[in-house]
């Protein structure tokens, strides 16, 4: 019933910038937090930065002071502005939403499809 649909991931070189973004759809009644979420092969998805309904925010430490999440609360969409980017930053790019569907009983964790991000040379 919902779905999180991601765009801007690509192929940027060292010191480069993008901007992730996803918007949420569906049967929504609420939405307690959105974020995004990455992986590498071998490792394990990791949280990158997230926003609650409330506006804080909090970032991994490997991102801050290069990454910037915002919300736009009347478009269901999170956005992440990724400056500087590394090699390192190179990750399959997952968002993340928790919410409550209509009818629910509460909010559950949704994920959308991924969207890969590559910094290279």
């Known amino acids: 019933q919902v779905q999180l649909v991601e765009s801007g991931g690509g192929l940027v070189q060292p010191g480069g910038s993008l901007r992730l973004s996803c918007q949420a759809s569906g049967s929504i009644f609420s939405i307690n937090a959105m974020g995004w979420y990455r992986q590498v092969p071998g490792k394990q998805r990791e949280l990158v930065a997230a926003i609650i309904s409330g506006g804080v925010t909090n970032y991994a430490d490997s991102v801050k002071g290069r990454f910037t999440i915002s919300r736009d609360n009347a478009k269901n969409t999170v956005t992440l502005q990724m400056n500087s980017l590394q090699p390192e930053d190179t990750a399959v790019y997952y968002c993340?939403?928790?919410?409550?569907?209509?009818?629910?009983?509460?909010?559950?964790?949704?994920w959308g499809q991924g969207t890969q991000v590559t910094v290279s040379s």
């Open positions: 993340n939403a928790v919410i409550h569907v209509v009818y629910d009983l509460g909010p559950r964790v949704y």
